[in-house]
Each structure stands twice: as C-alpha cells, then as structure tokens.
C-alpha cells in the first residue's frame, strides 16, 4: 500500500493538506473524499529504496538509480505515435495498473526517439512526487496545452482513464480528418506535377526542333506560333542575355510559395490575412471552413466533458483552432460568457459558422448539455468534409483534364499551322 500526499479544499473551501494510504490513486481520491473535502492534487509519495553495506546513519544508504541514456532526437512528437501512446496509458490505467508502473512499460517498448527520451524524464518526474500532467506540461513539444488540461481534470476526478480513452478518441479523429484532405490531395498534386514535367520537356526539347526546321523552309510563323517559340526559349534559357532558365524558376516557385506561406503565418499580420483570404477562398475555403468547425467543436465538446472550466476551454480550444478568423470568434465568445451573455451571441454575429452550428450551440446552453451538442456537430461536420473532400475530387479532375488539353491542343496547333503553311506554298510552287 502506498502513501498519497494531497490538496484539498474543505466544505468551507479553506485548503487543506495530508497524506492517505491507499493501493491505487483512485482509491486515494476516494478515501479523501471519505473525509469530506474535495481533492485538487493527489500524487504518490516519492519511496527511496534504500540498500544495506553502505556509510548512511542506520548503516543504510539510498542507492542511486542509474540514469538512462537519451537517443538523439529533434522536432516534435508524430502525432501517430503521439495517440497510440495515450490509448496504450488509458488500457493499463483501466486495467488497474500504478500510474508510474504504465509509464515505465511504455517508455521501455518504444522505440528510440523524442516519445521515449520525453517519458523518461516524465517518469523521474511522477516517481518524484509531480503530477503527471506537471510533469507533462514540461514538455509542450509532446503534450499541448489541451492534452494537459484534460490530464489534469482526469486527475482530479479520478477519471484518468476515461479521460485518456476520449483523448485517445479525438486524437484519432483528428487524425482520420487530416488523412482524408491529404489522400484528396495526392491525386491533383501527382497529376499537376508529371503534367508540368511534360510540357516543361516538350518546351525544351521538342519546340526548338521544330523551330530550327520552320527556320530552315523560312517559313512565316503565325503569332501564336511565335508566341510558343519565345515561351520555349525562355524556359530552356536560349534566350539572348537570358543568365537562369526559365524551367529553374518553374521547378522552384512550389518551394519559394511553401516557405513564403511558412514565413507568413509566422507574423500576426500575415497569418491574419492568410486566413482570412483562405477561408473565404471560392471552393476551398467552404472545406476548409468545415474542417475548422469540425475541429474546434470536438475540441471543445471534449474539454467540457472532460470537466475542464468553460471560459479555459475556450481559452485552449482557440489557441488550437488554427485559423485567426475562428480564433477572433472564439475571443468574442470568450469575453461574452466572462460577462454573463450567452455562448450563440458572439458566434452568430462573427458569421464564421452556418447557422445550423449556431442554433445548435445555443439549444445546447439551454438544456444543459453544451458537450453532447458540440460532439454532435463535430461529428456532422466530420461526414460534410467527407463529402466536400469527395466533390472536390470529383470537380478537380475534370478541371485537370480540360488544362492538360487545352495545354497540348495549343501547342499542337501552334506547331501544325506553319505547316499547312509550308505545304500548302510547296503545292501552289509545284502547281506553277
């Protein structure tokens, strides 16, 4: 039986402190509430094994562990791995398992890596007598601040399994969502990459052919013939005082947008007018409006649930939305509850989300279940992205197939009517 040191506040809501015996932390937390307070910290008291034959003042001294050693490692956390560890915890800690027991099982089956180097220093922190989601809290690039809040209310409820069962669960959605975008994605991006590589090949080495023959027979070149040859000059860089080739500037304007749109966000402004131009974007920005809605609702919904305060929940859900139009919405909504309005107010009048959203929010407030109908619309939204990601493939290929032809119909053409041209002046000499 192990000895747990607690905070507690009691009925007259002074705070107190003590220890309690008990095998699990559950048990702990129900054995204080025996004594009529209410905890809000338990942790198991640090034990020191000690071993005989050493210089201590009962011929005893404490016996260092050994240190582990740390893999290199750089970056974040996957994601992935990220969620298997969460619904792994929520298994043992279900199964009746000591917290610091499930710790030290997970870090010794993984893998070298950020995950285990930062388990390892969670462990020493448990087995020293900090909370887990302290101990977690130290390490932002693993846990964010959602995961530790809701560690924290798993905690103090004495719930830490169910409430690792439902991280696990919006993890894994979470997840599910980003999958499904980026596999909508990989079809278009392949198609317009190898579509760029041929006509970037043609235009290099097929046009200068033609070029040289059409200069040959001194054929007149139409305009859009002309036209063609320059672009091909251009982009194999034979062009008269041409120093980089047009098909450099091709092969790297993906990486300059990338790191364009990556130093963009970095600034307030940018990030805010990013957004906002994307998420009124025709097409994309409807999707990309659903899967915002989607994630903020579930992340919500979950922290309410999990017993986290509203006006933090918020707090967390808008630091973790990802999108400053909705993170100004969340604001609104946030300083509307602090002053005593309701939760619909502000976010009807932001206008980021359908109405449908709004008014379900607000018959949520109204019967007391705001958690339930937040899981119920992020659940909605979840099937509409589905959808929307699947009209959008189905509208992006025909666009596809309508460039990719009207591309090579014109350079078919450009390249053809110089000879009509030539053969139609070979038939009229050889006619006189």
Known sequence: ????????????????????????????????????????SVREQKQKSKAAGGAGGDGEVVTKKKK????????KVKAKHLTTFTRQLSTLQDAGLPLLRSLQILESQLKPGKLKNVLQEVCEDVEGGTSLSEAMAK?????????????????????LDIILQRLAEFMEKAQSLKRKIRAALIYPIAVVIIATAILTFIMVFIIPKFEEIFRDFGVALPALTRWLINASRWVAGTNVGQSIPGWVFIVASPFVIWIFFVLARKSPIGRAVLDTLIFWMPIFGNLIKKTVTARFTRTLGTLISAGVPILEAILITRDTSGNYVFEKALTKVHDSIREGESFAGPLRESKVCDAIVVNMIDVGEE??????????????????????VG???????????VFLGGAVGTIVVA??????????????????
């Open 415 to 432: 390249m053809f009517l110089p000879l009509v041209a030539m053969i139609e002046s070979l038939q009229g000499g050889g006619a006189v």
């Open 1 to 40: 039986m192990a000895t747990f040191q607690y905070e507690a506040l009691n009925a007259a809501g002074k705070p107190q402190k003590g220890t309690v015996e008990a095998t699990t932390t559950e048990e702990a937390i129900q054995r204080i509430k025996g004594q009529g307070f209410f905890p809000t």
């Open 139 to 159: 390490h932002p690039k693993a846990f964010n601040r959602l995961y530790t809040k809701m560690v924290a209310a798993g905690e103090v409820g004495g719930v």
């Open 68 to 75: 582990k050693e740390v893999a290199f490692s750089i970056g």
């Open 391 to 401: 009209g959008l493939i189905k509208l992006i290929e025909p666009l596809l197939i």
């Open 367 to 388: 019967t007391g279940d705001l958690d339930v109908m937040l899981m119920k619309i992020a659940d909605n939204y979840d099937e509409e992205v589905d959808v929307a």
